[in-house]
């Protein structure tokens, strides 16, 4: 531990160096002489540095209690950093800081990656325009002319998507006194309406054959290729796939159960014995990891595939993106399950962690229909072998 005779002591040299403390506090010592305070933590599997200030303004004892308070944050699962942020922010009424205060508050509820977003999405697109006016003194023309700069590069559905996040920033605002109305409605039809469109997919019995095949014989990396044999027999969101964790599988049990990313739900994936035979070959290389699909960068696997693996590798075998997505195997799935097999609708709906309620207007919990939806699994999985086989009977 450091002294206060030690930090006063401690003299610049020709590198910047470091006197530590404990629980990850040290003094770095720059070249010019400045002692400045920080502290090392880990948020959300992410290395980061928190500033407490410069000696002599704060001394090592105030440093400790600002040590302190930031693990005290950590424990409560919020990140010092932001809550920094906010607190500096929150001195003020400017748009900024009541957004990173709304954010701060209701990101706690919402999944790592969502919240990221968000705030990103804020960064870029909303406070270099209104981030340092009064919340209170913007109005309708000047929220649209920042929107409109969103929809001119292309993206019309983070045009919409922002407008209703500053609507909740602005009625978060009108709560806590610091604006009296919520401008965001008078934009209501201002913005040019999105146009859906659905992820590309393959869903013909013959191409769907033909897209089996082709991944068999796919020659990347194996924990790509057991990513793309698995996509078609779980039909879960793409994002949820390159994040599966090992902790959430019971092979044995033929059970795969996280949250899901949009609605942060519990759901249960039953594994039929294909999926299950994958999971067990890959688990001889990833198994000791925290991720089932790992980033072939991140040597001690803490991080997962990236984001444009399973894309990339369509891509690779030929598949343009008006062909096929990541997207498009729970497209595929739906359709045929449907249209061919004819499992209720109902049951498909709630295996795609889709919002599905009874006739009492109920939402469906995770185990209903389990053990139905346990046999819709292996029916699928048994009819994608049987593509398969064709495939390769008629090659």
């Known amino acids: 531990m450091l002294s206060d005779t030690a930090v006063r002591r401690a003299n610049p040299k020709e590198k910047p160096y470091k006197l530590t403390d404990e629980k990850g506090l040290y003094l770095l010592v720059t070249p010019s002489g400045g002692k400045l305070w920080r502290i090392n933590y880990r948020f959300e599997g992410r290395q980061k540095t928190l500033a407490l200030g410069s000696f002599p303004d704060v001394s090592l004892k105030r440093a400790r209690e600002k040590r302190d308070e930031a693990r005290t944050l950590l424990a409560e699962g919020i990140d010092p950093s932001l809550h920094k942020k906010a607190t500096k922010a929150a001195e003020s009424d400017s748009f900024e800081a009541v957004a990173r205060e709304w954010h701060l508050k209701f990101s706690s509820g919402w999944t790592p990656l969502h919240a990221e977003r968000i705030l990103r999405r804020f960064e870029r697109d909303i406070f270099p325009w209104l981030g340092k006016l009064p919340i209170r003194e913007i109005n309708a023309p000047e929220l649209l002319a920042v929107l409109r700069r969103i ?33 965001s409605a008078d934009l209501k039809g201002a913005l040019a309406p999105v146009k859906r469109k659905h992820f590309a997919a393959v869903t013909e019995p013959g191409k769907i054959a033909e897209l089996l095949r082709v991944i068999d014989s796919y020659e990347g990396t194996f924990i790509v290729k057991c990513a793309l044999r698995l996509a078609p027999l779980v039909f879960v969101r793409p994002g949820e796939l390159r994040t599966a964790e090992w902790s959430h599988i019971d092979l044995d049990a033929a059970e795969w159960r996280y949250l899901v990313t949009k609605t942060e739900t519990p759901h249960i994936v039953p594994l039929a014995t294909q999926a299950v035979e994958i999971l067990r070959a890959l688990y001889a290389l990833t198994g000791s990891g925290r991720y089932v699909f790992p980033c ?64 009492n207007g109920r939402a469906y919990n995770r185990t209903k229909h389990l053990e139905e939806r346990r046999k819709m699994m292996q029916a699928w999985a048994d009819y994608l072998d049987t593509l398969r086989e064709g495939a390769r009977k008629a090659g």
């Not at 001119?152 to 709560?175: K, N």
């Not at 359709?335 to 498909?348: A, K, M, Q, S």
């Open 151 to 183: 929809e001119d590069r292309g993206a019309m559905e983070t045009a919409h998507r922002a407008l209703q996040y500053c609507g909740q920033i602005f009625r978060y605002a009108i709560a806590t006194g610091r604006a009296d109305r919520d401008i």
């Open 296 to 359: 072939a960068r991140v040597l001690d696997g803490s991080r997962p595939m990236s984001e444009n693996a399973i894309l990339a590798a369509l891509r690779r075998m030929g598949y343009s993106k008006e062909e096929m997505t990541g997207h498009g195997f729970r497209a595929l799935a739906r359709t045929v399950l449907d249209e061919v097999l004819g499992f209720r609708p109902d049951f498909i709906e709630h295996q795609l962690a889709h919002a599905v309620r009874d006739p």
